[in-house]
């Protein structure tokens, strides 16, 4: 029972456009969801978050969107660069229970220069 | 190191053997995670810690993992009589944070992880 899913396993972009990467999930009681990037042989590290009482949340080229009704999260990187290749992680967390958190499958990017 | 540490970064082990796997998390750091991600999925959330106590382990999969952390800083995940399906890669995180105070994301570190592959 997959409760954050990450539908597409890879994503092409051109270097200067948007990427947008998508998120579902089917757990209404989860409050706060992350962004995590990864590269080869390293450790996932935290990009971006946003509490279930928001529907935006931007830092720099960075923004996620979060739609409760649709259970449904995104994050769009504005302009992307090469060296955002990495596989993205959308995860979820319960209230009070923000260390155990439940990964979606990752997307992998690729930023074509 | 500044980050958390984890060893050995390979392990290839023959079914049935043993494993330990160490962590080392950033110092000072009060809650400890560990998290198994298999090949093409995510992490997927093994077992908590708080200095030494063991909070949640929830995810353990089965009475063949075990993970302790004595003292409030290293922790180590054993795999007793491995099998194929525990191939993966086992990522330790830390946090300043208790899990109980919203230890949130933007809190937790996480090591390169250990890359087990039983044969």
């Not at chain 2, 494993?19 to 400890?32: E, F, N």
Request: glycine letters at 10%; hydrophobic letters at 35%.
């Amino acid at each position: 029972d997959q409760q954050v899913k990450q539908n597409s396993p890879s994503l092409s972009v051109q270097e200067g456009r948007i990427s947008i990467l998508n998120c579902d999930y089917t757990n209404s009681m989860f409050d706060y969801f992350l962004w995590y990037k990864k590269y080869p042989a390293e450790g996932p590290t935290f990009l971006i978050s946003i509490s279930s009482i928001k529907d935006k949340n931007e830092d720099g080229r960075f923004t996620v969107f979060l739609n409760k009704s649709a259970k449904h999260l995104s994050l769009h990187i504005v302009p992307s660069q090469p060296g955002d290749s990495a596989v993205y992680f959308c995860a979820a967390s319960l209230y009070n229970q923000g260390g155990k958190l439940i990964f979606g499958q990752g997307t992998e990017l690729s930023v074509k220069p | 190191g500044a980050g958390v540490s984890q060893s050995p970064r390979y392990k290839v082990a023959k079914r049935g053997q043993d494993v330990a796997l160490r962590c080392d998390p950033i110092s000072g750091h009060v809650s400890l995670f560990w998290y198994q991600q298999a090949l093409g999925q995510g992490p997927e959330f093994l077992t908590y810690f708080q200095n030494e106590a063991q909070l949640d382990k929830s995810g353990l999969p089965s009475d063949r993992f075990f993970a302790e952390r004595p003292e409030g800083s290293v922790s180590t995940l054993k795999i007793q009589r491995t099998q194929q399906e525990d191939s993966a890669v086992y990522l330790c995180a830390s946090s300043l944070v208790s899990i109980g105070t919203g230890a949130y994301g933007n809190t937790i570190y996480f090591g390169e992880g250990s890359w087990l592959t039983v044969v």
